[in-house]
């Protein structure tokens, strides 16, 4: 039972939203993608949805700094190998 204690509590205080993820290689934002494919991001966002839909596209939310230095959890995308 003390080990549950200590997970949630280990769980709990790394929960700092402070805190910045580490992000695997090949998951990149919508606008990274945009950025990379000279689209608008807005035209990239409506074919990611459709990736994903039809299993070509897995996503995950990481925490980054945005733009302004606030930390936020973000969308990442990367394209599923098979």
Excluded at 35 to 64: A, M, S, T, W
Aim: hydrophobic share 40%; charged share 35%.
């Amino acid at each position: 039972m003390k080990k549950t204690a200590n997970t949630w509590a280990e769980l709990i205080a790394s929960a700092s939203s402070k805190q910045l993820d580490d992000i695997p290689d090949g998951f990149l934002t919508c606008q990274q993608i945009a950025k990379q494919e000279d689209k608008d991001v807005k035209y990239i966002q409506k074919k990611l949805k459709v990736l994903i839909e039809e299993g070509k596209v897995e996503f995950k939310k990481f925490r980054i700094k945005q733009f302004d230095g606030v930390v936020f959890p973000t969308m990442h995308y990367k394209i599923i190998s098979k």
